[in-house]
């Protein structure tokens, strides 16, 4: 059993949703990022998405737009994040591991280069924010070869029938987006979240986690009973001016994910 789906495994025999926290490389500062990430896998994250850093993050709200913008100006390049991610893996051989980025980064990069230096630092996915699923053949071929997940995202006007396109040759995990819009904290979820997701697990392979808009403790446990996974990035990000509140923020969403 591949990594993801051994830590879905056990978080489904605990009882709980996996918790997955995002941050962006290079912020808030070159080294702080690597103690962000350690403080969220201390504080209970089972996976964490790695933000390579990119200059129009079309799909970021405000807080996330930001962290992007002061990476870099920090001079942060997809090589740190490669690094960054090996050096991670060394540390935490059970934490799942993913790569958060825009397509143009990665066409920049290589895509068969990238798939093959991922495999080899011990990356378990690539989430590719922007690639459509008529354009993700090559990509998606490069993944199986070498032994990755690429983690399809399922938007919330997204047809029924092209989200089973979408999901049907999914490993890893699916990522459900909670909302309309942009990332971002939110008091409240969408009425229709509940049923829109029960949709998406039946025609699903693998497990489904859910993102946009997580951010208290309240709203992760509203998303834990119904969900395979809950993922926060914008009150992460945010927190990290106080590396205190960011320790108790995965601590307590960890604590929400139980059902």
Known sequence: MDRIAELFARCHRENRAALIIYSCCGYPAPGADETAFETAIAAG???????????DPMADGPVICTASQRALANGTKFRDVLALAGRLRQRHPETGII?????????????????TELAAIGVDGILAVDLPLEER?????????????LIPLVAPETPDERAEKIVAPATGFVYCVSRNGVTGESATLP???TTRLEKLRRVSPVPVAVGFGISTPQT?????????????????????????????????????AHR
């Open 191 to 193: 009425p229709e979240l």
């Open 45 to 55: 994250a089972d996976i964490i998405e790695l933000g390579v850093p990119f200059s």
């Open 220 to 256: 992760a446990h509203e998303i834990a009973r119904v969900a395979d996974g809950i993922i926060a990035g914008s009150a992460f990000v945010r927190s990290l001016t106080e590396p205190e509140q960011s320790r108790t923020l995965v601590a307590a969403l960890a604590t929400a």
């Open 99 to 115: 790569v958060f980025s825009y397509m143009n980064v990665l066409y920049n990069f290589g895509l068969e280069r990238l798939c």
């Open 137 to 149: 053949d090559e990509l998606l071929t490069l993944c199986r070869k070498n032994q990755l997940h």
